[in-house]
């Protein structure tokens, strides 16, 4: 019931204190409701409690009270705990039904207040209002309670036994002859300390008692009993505020005593503890009786401010307690009034408890006299067994208190002895005297640590007078002195005490001339010094030193550039030193700076292109390479993200020759020239880690980047090292510089990736451009609607004709189409607007573009078609670049190629050809061809009708040049005799491919057509004669042209001639003639050779050579 819920604590405060009326003011019940579970908590206490006749019978309890005076409130603190650990042991005895069966113990709580006239005034009126009620007081742990009501009680015959008083005074039996209590008094500890006091070989002590009405007896007995053992006492006034703990330090330091015996109340310890450390005797050595824990931290009315916790703490560390054992130390014995029940399960249940209820209104503060409140309880059931069980006395004989019988009940008492929680406890045989009601227990011997805890050192058993060291304990006095001496040195200035002895005061503390010798040294204020030991004064700091805290030994150099400021506890700031932090900040940030810029730096690519053999890297900016400091002809590089496999490639290993600030030459691993025309107009160059820090420039530009970081660095330290900044300042300085440089730098990288280039720049107007004309583009089917027109091709290659130059469609696709589509994902064709084609374009992607583009522009104008009319299917434009595999279908027949090959509005294939025949060459292309091939061939195969009604007219492989198209013989003839010749020498066998599964697929589709390759190897000849015939047909048709428009103007020149010199005169004429004559004979002849020697002529020559032959004459006549 103790440990119930905060609800019912109301309750249950009110069941203990047995809702008499008379409850103490701080039990405030909090509503009507509180009353009636108080109510309810009786019955449940009554119902629950069965007693049982020494046979075992139940009975009906008889009721034996109790009147308890008790300080619930007070200046003592402990009365909570007696309440509740005296209920707790009365129920444990009632509920066992052992001691006293058949009886209740009832115990009537009524609050003293610690206050002697409450007490008693508290008695009389419970005597007086139930007047055979009460069979013994027990309680009144106040000693000062204690005196009046153990006055009282034997004129009432009232028994009497306190739980916890301790004053000496109440041993005295001619004034208190019938006063028993459970708690040994206070007057034991005068033979510990007299016994403390011999080991260490102290002969004189101190005496600083309380008030003399309560500490008076024991004072003057621990003066008899210490002279007995020799040693000398000199008492003083009482300690009963700051004034009279003053006296007693001066006469400790004018006696030069060290040790004293407080013999008083905390309040007065305070006070003397205080006024030690204000008068610098902090090692005074103290013996006093038990106190609470850490008492002199308690605040108190007078408290100097020098008398910190801490110092507090230190004075209090090495103090002597004394005082009546609370819990016994062979824990496992059983109680004698309680069997079954050791002190162990006493101790665990109150440590339990108090933990649990400490600072609530049951138990405000915890109390170890609450074990001499369980041992009161056990005497009073022991004493009352005795006189109920075995003296026969019966409940209404206790209750009358004849002289008797409270003279039995005396001898009684006094003859108990038992197993208790704090021990064994019994009293001295009756008669003996003074302390006869004193129990005959034992004391603790304890010592504060320097944590402030309590370390139990000894035990002292009152009965024999010995003193029982705890084994691995000693005691621990200040300086680690096994034996300190009684007396305080006679120091001089400049000294201060240590023990018996004394020291020079220590570096950075003084002791003025004429001050008291037992004074301890103090410590220089700030601003001031003492530099050696024993000084007796502090000298100030000069301008340009400073001591910031007490206690200095010398004064801190200020910063350079900072001055003392006025008392010389710190500097101020100056302007040196602002300018030095101000360098050293930018010194590292520039450093950082280029650390963060160059490391893991990448280099946009402008342009990749071969110039007279040499392969050169133009970059967006500088690239800041720099190997000639090494004598290096070269750097290692890397680049990526070029879409050139040969350049991405990462096992490839290059090396950079820098020839410009922002060019470079790309070399092999080697250090050789790269011959490969490999281009590009996108990817990074970088190098690797940590050539990209050793061969590059810093901002600075004469320094390698990494040896101008270092020196940055350092020559940032030397700054801070000159200008005596301060390691946080330094760190700021550092700190900031590289928080600065590390945003600079990510700052200054952002500026540099958003940036475009040209080519962007170019991509980005005519994506613009394309949306206006096609502002929704949407994705078409693949195949023949995703043609684009001759229109949309110039006007690609006239947008990006300055990048393009002379490269091939590999370069178009990767930097330009697939850049173009990227946001959309769509074909170039979709993006532009797709139309249906007409013209399926076989080419190679070597080809340079501008020559492609050529070649469909030429063919347009040879079949006589606007550019925006004719529409043509090419794979880069007509593909989704970003869906190659989807373009290529499942297989090859429904891939987008064939679709478009298959159209019906397909006219034929045009295939741009060179001079070295590169798509013949092509795995692809001769994929194309024979798609060509086989769709002419079942068209030859259908009726005329049929080809009418399926198809348009479709022409089949249409050979082109960027001079014209060989099959309507507008090419050059050199060309198509090339293509001829080149021909004869390809087997499409050997056609490549980039990906070996594509050609294995296509030659396995080429062999099922019939006649296989063979097939469609004779269509390509076929083709190449067809066109030279072609060639051939044009080219005699052109020269009978130019022969016949030749005659025609030497005719029409004769008549000229002829009316011109028939009108000049005839000496005119005949110079005519003649230089006409001398001119043609020096014309050379039209089939020498170039170094004049004449050419043999065949003796029959064809009409047409002399034909020409004569209208070359005739030219040349005409001319002159």
Same mark, same amino acid.
């Given at each position: 019931?103790?440990?119930?819920? *905060? ?52 009975? *009906? ?19 909570? @705990? ?79 036994? @306190? ?41 004189? /002590?101190?005496?600083? #008692? ?130 079954? =029940? ?9 440590? *339990? ?61 006094? $003859? ?25 227990? +034992? /004391?603790?011997? !304890? ?232 281009? $590009? ?52 300085? #550092? ?57 949309? /091709? ?56 501008? !020559? ?37 279908? @499942?297989?090859?027949?429904? +891939? @987008? ?63 082109? =040049? ?97 009316? *011109?010199? /028939? ?58």
């Amino acid at each position: 019931r103790l440990q119930a819920n *905060e609800r019912e604590r109301p309750a249950l405060m009110a069941w203990q204190y047995g809702l008499s009326g008379r409850a103490p003011s701080a039990l405030r019940l909090r509503s009507a409701r509180a009353l009636r579970v108080a109510a309810c908590c009786l019955l449940r206490g009554a119902a629950a409690l069965q007693c049982r006749s020494p046979e075992g019978n139940a009975v *009906e309890c008889e009721p034996l009270d109790i009147l308890v005076n008790l300080p619930i409130t007070g200046s003592w603190t402990g009365g909570p @705990s007696l309440n509740v650990s005296g209920h707790y042991i009365a129920n444990l005895i009632n509920q066992q039904q052992a001691m006293l069966p058949g009886y209740e113990i009832k115990l009537h709580v009524r609050n003293d207040n610690c206050n002697g006239d409450n007490s008693s005034r508290t008695f009389l009126q419970e005597v007086v209002d139930s007047p055979n009620k009460y069979i013994c007081l027990a309680g009144t742990g106040c000693s000062g309670t204690s005196k009046t009501t153990a006055t009282i009680a034997p004129i009432l015959r009232m028994p009497h036994i @306190s739980w916890a008083s301790v004053a000496a005074y109440l041993s005295l039996r001619n004034d208190y002859p019938t006063f028993f209590r459970t708690r040994v008094p206070e007057a034991n500890a005068n033979e510990v300390w007299c016994h403390i006091a011999n080991s260490m070989g102290w002969t004189r /002590l101190f005496v600083g #008692k309380g008030e003399d009405t309560r500490f008076a007896y024991q004072t003057h007995h621990f003066a008899e009993t210490a002279q007995t053992s020799g040693i000398q006492v000199m008492l003083t006034t009482s300690v009963l505020d700051a004034e009279g703990a003053h006296q007693v330090v001066n006469n400790m330091i004018v006696q030069r005593v060290r040790v004293v015996v407080m013999i008083t109340y905390e309040y007065s310890l305070r006070f003397l503890l205080c006024d030690a450390i204000t008068k610098g005797i902090s090692e005074v050595l103290i013996l006093t009786k038990t106190h609470g824990e850490l008492f002199w931290r308690t605040p108190f009315e007078g408290r100097n401010p020098q008398c910190t916790n801490a110092r507090m703490d230190a004075v209090a560390e090495h103090m002597v307690w004394v005082g009546g054992t609370a819990f016994r130390h062979d824990a496992g014995m059983e109680l004698t009034c309680l069997p079954g =029940t050791t002190s162990a399960d006493y101790r665990n249940w109150w440590t *339990e408890f108090e933990a649990q209820n400490v600072g609530t209104a049951i138990l405000p503060v915890g109390h170890t006299a609450a074990a001499n409140a369980a041992d009161g309880v056990c005497m009073l059931t022991l004493a009352l067994k005795h006189l109920l069980f075995t003296q026969g006395v019966n409940v209404t004989q206790l209750r009358a208190r004849s002289p008797a019988t409270f003279s039995l009940v005396n001898e009684v008492f006094a $003859t108990t002895a038992f197993q208790g929680v704090s021990g064994y406890i019994s009293f001295p045989a009756p008669g003996t005297g003074d302390g006869a009601g004193d129990p005959l227990g +034992s /004391l603790d011997v !304890e010592q504060v640590q320097s944590d402030a805890t309590m370390l139990r050192l000894a035990s002292f058993d009152v009965p024999t007078k010995k003193l029982t060291k705890v084994v691995g304990r000693t005691f621990s006095w200040p300086g680690g002195e096994a034996r300190p001496s009684d007396s305080f040195a006679l120091c001089l200035e400049g000294e201060e005490p240590s023990g018996a002895h004394c020291k020079l005061c220590s570096p950075g503390r003084f002791k003025l001339p004429g001050a008291n010798s037992s004074q301890r040294c103090t410590s220089c204020q700030p601003g001031f010094y003492a530099s050696g030991a024993g000084s007796t004064i502090c000298s100030p700091c000069d301008y340009s030193n400073f001591a910031p805290k007490a206690g200095m030994a010398s004064c801190s150099i200020c910063p350079y550039g900072h001055s003392s400021a006025q008392g010389g506890t710190h500097c101020e700031i100056g302007v040196l030193f602002i300018v030095c932090a101000v360098l050293c900040f930018m010194l590292v940030t520039l450093s950082m700076f280029t650390l963060f810029v160059r490391a893991g730096r990448k280099v946009r690519v402008l342009d990749v292109s071969n110039i007279e053999g040499k392969l050169i890297v133009t970059t967006l900016g500088s690239h800041l390479m720099w190997h000639n400091w090494r004598r290096r002809s070269s750097t290692r590089v890397r680049l990526a993200h070029t879409a050139h496999p040969c350049l991405d490639d990462p096992h490839q290993r290059f090396r950079a020759r820098v020839i410009g600030s922002n060019k470079l030459e790309l070399l092999g691993h080697d250090g050789y020239p790269i011959l490969e025309d490999w281009v $590009t107009s996108r990817g990074t160059i970088s190098q690797p880690f940590p050539i990209e820090l050793i061969d590059t420039k810093s901002v600075a530009g004469f320094l390698p980047s990494f040896p101008m970081v270092i020196v940055l660095f350092l020559f940032a330290s030397l700054i801070a090292i000159f200008g005596h900044l301060d390691d946080v300042t330094a760190a700021l300085c #550092k700190l900031g510089g590289v928080v600065w440089a590390a945003v600079a730098a990510m700052s200054m990288r952002g500026r540099y990736w958003a940036f475009k280039t040209p080519i962007q720049r170019r991509l980005a107007e005519f994506h613009a451009d394309l949306r206006v004309m096609n502002p929704s583009p949407q994705e078409s089917e693949r195949g023949e609607g995703r043609a684009i027109n001759g229109e949309q /091709l110039d006007q690609l290659f006239e947008t990006f004709r300055e990048f393009i130059k002379l490269r091939d469609m590999h370069y178009l696709c990767e930097n330009i189409i697939k850049p173009l589509t990227y946001a959309d994902q769509l074909s170039y064709a979709d993006l532009v607007g797709p139309s249906m084609v007409t013209w399926f374009v076989s080419h190679c992607w070597s080809t340079p573009f501008r !020559e492609f583009a050529a070649t469909l522009h030429k063919h347009a104008q040879t079949l006589h078609m606007d550019v925006s009319c004719s529409r043509y299917w090419i794979c880069t434009f007509s593909n989704n670049q970003w869906a190659v595999k989807a373009e290529l279908g @499942s297989h090859i027949q429904d +891939s @987008s190629f064939y679709l478009a090959l298959q159209s019906k509005h397909c006219s034929g294939t045009v295939m741009v050809i060179d001079g070295e025949a590169l798509p013949l060459q092509r795995v692809w292309c001769l994929f194309e061809v024979a798609t060509t091939y086989e769709r002419t061939r079942s068209i030859r195969l259908k009726s005329a009708a049929e080809r009418a009604h399926a198809y348009c007219d479709f022409e089949g492989l249409v050979l082109c =040049t960027q001079t014209g198209v060989l099959n309507k013989g507008t090419a050059d003839m050199d060309m198509a005799i090339q293509i001829a010749q080149k021909l004869l020498q390809i087997d499409l066998r050997k056609a490549a491919a980039t990906k070996q599964d594509d050609k294995d697929a296509i030659l396995r589709l080429v062999e099922s057509m019939p006649g296989g390759l063979n097939s469609v190897n004779g269509f390509v000849r076929h083709g190449i004669r067809y066109a030279l015939i072609a060639m051939h047909d044009a080219f005699e048709q052109d020269f009978e042209q130019l022969v016949r428009m030749l005659k025609n103007s030497q005719s029409t020149l004769s008549q000229i001639l002829s009316s *011109e010199l /028939l009108s000049a005169p005839s000496r005119q004429r005949s110079s005519f003639f003649s230089q006409m004559t001398d001119t043609a004979q020096e014309e050379p002849s039209a089939l020498e050779t170039g170094d004049g020697r004449p050419v043999p002529r065949p003796a029959a020559e064809p009409k047409l050579l002399a034909a020409l032959r004569k209208s070359r004459a005739q030219l040349r006549t005409s001319s002159l």
